[in-house]
Nanobody, 128 residues
Framework: QVQPVESGGGLVQPGGSLSLSCAASGITFSFTTMGWYRQVPGKERELVAAVTGDGTAHYADAVKSRFTISRDNANNMVYLQMSSLKPEDTAVYYC??????????????????????WGQGTQVTVSG
């Protein structure tokens, strides 16, 4: 089972950039699709980017062309490079598995995984 630890959040002005990192322990990492999720108070957690074991990336329309997800299987790391940030990107960002996701009407839908592990998340605030 993958245990994630996120880092790299912070405060940035609109139009700025920020990079997030996720250290994910677990011997099945390289065969597992990983994703970055985000959540704002009062709303469901949403999957915004996913990367399969071979490095193929997928994005929700809300972040496409602005965010880049990548992974380093040798070091069990997942990254999210965010640019052209908007106030609506403000959220707590989480790294977690994203196997069996779907792309539907511009959104990524994570597959059901009752035992999916969540880290503490990292706060991203876009304001200025």
């Amino acid at each position: 089972q993958v245990q994630p630890v996120e880092s790299g959040g912070g405060l940035v002005q609109p139009g700025g950039s920020l990079s997030l990192s996720c250290a994910a322990s677990g011997i099945t990492f390289s065969f597992t699709t990983m994703g970055w999720y985000r959540q704002v108070p009062g709303k469901e957690r949403e999957l915004v980017a996913a990367v399969t074991g071979d490095g193929t990336a997928h994005y929700a329309d809300a972040v496409k062309s602005r965010f880049t997800i990548s992974r380093d299987n040798a070091n069990n790391m997942v990254y999210l490079q965010m640019s052209s940030l908007k106030p609506e990107d403000t959220a707590v960002y989480y790294c977690a598995t994203a196997d069996h996701f779907l792309w539907l009407d511009g959104r990524l839908i994570a597959g059901s995984a009752p035992n999916r592990s969540w880290g503490q998340g990292t706060q991203v605030t876009v304001s200025g």
